[in-house]
């Protein structure tokens, strides 16, 4: 598989990660045909928000996607951690300007819409309606794989960008189920204007902690007047369809969050008192357990964001690091054509990303543990819960610096000996394979076709036809 042109790739889920790898493979590498396949249809209703912090602002940004979400969503720097008597306990920061960026908070129906807006504008096939089955086979000349509907696509590489429980994730690791972590978040939303915000100021978004956990209080419209409500609940595992009937079940999950009300200091009780029903919903906490690799053994079939690497919620990473996956993943293809060893390269980008997800994961679970009750978290080792953000700084998080640790671990490989060969013998192959080549390829291709002449006329042994 190695050593054949790279000049299509498959990817499984118009989710964020799929979204943004078409976008960034467009981006780094134009010459390779990308197809998008994605079970729903771009009008399912989505409700509920998502945070974005610098690290992968800055990727939305460069793929030209920020600008057009930036005014949609709240901004903010620092989630401040209150106790019950509106003592400030502690300071995380989700972004600031010394990051490039600050945080943003955006209705995930928004960014999927101007994802898939850039994606048309650049002529990126997205395919709806398209269910991912199974792997049919993987060889020398690439990926076969199936759809439920039983027709057929090809392609160089297939990505699985298909989430928490990807049918892509089978064909690689076919044992691995996401675990469930035993909690689930109850999700609400309320109007500014009807809480009791305790005087002269009280700082938002908030994470406010009583005997029975923690309740984060977060604006997500832009003018910070639509306050989420989320608060963590152990709950027994329950099926798809059992999920669904507890999501639906608005008046047993309103009961829910009114048990012990008055334990909560008073802006959380306002909060509980007014929420709005019909906005109720919950997410059960499922992870992907530790895998022992992100991709098949010959190569050709990779996953990533949640497919690889779920996490719960707390640290605000999973959209995020799901973006780091794509914008890295596609600027290492595009220097796959200079490497002897395509395995290899894959190789270290996965050990790349995985030391980066297990910081995260360590992360997460900190801030997990910041969330328990009182009873609960005095048990526990001090470095088994997150304290004083400012001390731990979060430069590591925030400025990934992707291209440069791709450029590194690239830079030990074996490289092709004559890279201006090899990126001519590219383009010829992608001349004899690929129907309709981009405007900007068949210039380049015209422009570097004499300078590949006069090279192989002075080279041994290599010839083009
Ligand atoms: C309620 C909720 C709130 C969240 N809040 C935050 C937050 O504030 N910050 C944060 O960083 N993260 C948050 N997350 C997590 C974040 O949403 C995920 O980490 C992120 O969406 C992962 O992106 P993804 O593209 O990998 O997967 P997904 O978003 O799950 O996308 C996968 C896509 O694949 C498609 N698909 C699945 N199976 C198939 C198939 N067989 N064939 C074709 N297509 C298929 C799906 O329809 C979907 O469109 C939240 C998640 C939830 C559920």
């Known amino acids: 598989m190695e050593t054949k042109a790279l000049t299509s790739i498959a990817i499984i889920g118009a989710g964020p990660a799929g979204l943004a790898l078409a976008l960034s493979l467009h981006m780094h590498a134009p010459h390779i045909r990308t197809s998008l ?75 999927l819409r101007e994802l898939r807006a850039v994606a048309a504008d650049r002529g990126i096939s997205v395919f709806y309606g398209r269910k991912f089955s199974k792997v049919v086979d993987e060889g020398e000349e690439g990926v076969t794989f199936e759809f439920e509907d039983g027709t057929r696509e090809s392609a160089s590489l297939l990505v699985g960008a298909d989430g928490i429980h990807s049918p892509v994730r ?45 309740v984060v209080l977060a604006p997500q419209d832009p003018a910070g007047e639509e306050i989420l409500v989320l608060t963590q609940r152990q709950h027994p595992e329950q099926d798809k369809e059992k999920w669904d009937i507890v999501r639906n079940n608005k008046h047993k999950l309103h009961s829910i969050l009114q048990t012990g009300k008055e334990t909560w200091p008073d802006v959380v009780q306002s909060a509980l008192e007014h929420l709005d029903i019909q906005k109720l919903s919950v997410w059960p906490f499922y992870l992907v357990p530790g895998l022992t690799t992100w991709k098949s053994e010959k190569g050709g079939v990779i996953i990533i964001g949640d497919a690889a690497h779920a996490i719960p919620p707390p640290a605000g990473q999973g ?29 270290k980008w996965e050990k790349y990303r995985m030391a980066r997800m297990e910081r995260v994961t360590e992360l997460t679970r900190k801030l997990s543990n910041r969330r328990l009750p009182a009873e609960a978290l005095v048990k526990l080792l001090l470095e088994d819960v997150f304290v004083d953000g400012a001390k731990e700084g979060q430069s590591w998080l925030y400025e990934p610096r992707i291209e440069k640790t791709v450029d590194d671990l690239l830079s030990k490989l074996t490289k092709i000996s004559d890279p201006a060969i090899e990126s001519n013998l590219d383009l010829l192959s992608m001349l004899t394979t690929s129907k309709t080549p981009e405007p900007a390829v068949e210039s380049k291709l015209a422009a570097s076709l004499t300078a ?5 006329s002075v080279s041994s042994g290599k010839a083009i036809a």
């Open 37 to 111: 396949y994605e079970l729903r249809s771009p009008t399912t209703s989505l409700y509920g928000a998502v945070t974005f912090s610098p690290n992968s602002i800055q990727i939305l940004d460069k793929l030209g996607v920020y600008q057009r979400i930036k005014d949609h969503g709240f901004e903010f720097e620092d989630i401040v951690f209150k106790d019950s008597s509106n003592v400030t306990t502690d300071v995380y920061c989700m972004g600031k300007e010394q990051f490039g960026y600050k945080a943003l908070r955006v209705y995930r129906r928004i960014v």
């Open 170 to 214: 089978q064909y690689i690791h076919p044992d691995a189920s996401p675990i469930y972590s035993g909690n689930m978040c109850i999700t609400s939303a309320v109007k500014r204007s009807q809480l009791r915000l305790p005087t002269p100021y009280f700082p938002l978004p908030s994470s406010i902690s009583s005997t029975l956990g923690v």
């Open 319 to 347: 959209a995020s690091q799901a973006l780091e996956d794509a914008f890295s993943f596609s600027y290492l293809v595009s220097k796959l054509s200079k490497l002897d060893d395509r395995n290899e390269a894959l190789m």
């Open 452 to 456: 590949a002449a006069l090279i192989l």
